[in-house]
């Protein structure tokens, strides 16, 4: 019985934890013009997406949570489309990416993020989300798989990105 009263405390804990998921606050320093290649190889850029907040969304093909997370990420994207949001994989090559896509039959184009980049932003884990405002300002970061499901975090985010 007490070993029973202790595994539900423990989730107790994580899971007001994660009811209470909090963005950490960015800099507010401009971003560099990070830049992606999407699937036919057209590399693209941040500076080319103009008067809009940002969520770069950074996730790999061999991550256990991003898969768990990515369809949440999705339906997310759709439902706020007053941001911009682009999920960067950090895969090797595009074909990871694809096939990953192919695989759990998600409605995202396949965008890799450059090498030089992804080694200049320092991404410390994956899934890890970066928030960048309409001026390309980096104004937070969230490390782990988020939220996106609740209506709490998509408020953060907002008042965030949103002014």
Known sequence: MKGLMSLVSIVLILSVGLAN????????QPLP??????????????FDIKNKPKVLH????????????????IEWR?????IEVLALSL???IAQTKNFIKKFQLDMPPLLLNED????????IVPYTIFISSDNRFVGSYAGAAPWQE?????????LLIE
């Open 58 to 73: 950074f996730w790999a093909a061999w991550c256990i949570p991003c898969r768990e997370e990515m369809p949440h990420l």
């Open 33 to 46: 013009d990070i830049r992606w290649s999407d699937a036919q190889g057209h590399e693209q850029h941040l």
């Open 78 to 82: 759709k439902q706020n489309t007053d």
């Open 21 to 28: 998921a909090e963005i950490d606050a960015g800099d507010n």
């Open 91 to 93: 895969d090797q090559r």
């Open 117 to 124: 980049d992804s080694e200049a932003l320092g991404v410390p």
């Open 151 to 159: 209506q709490a975090f998509t408020l953060q985010v907002k008042a």
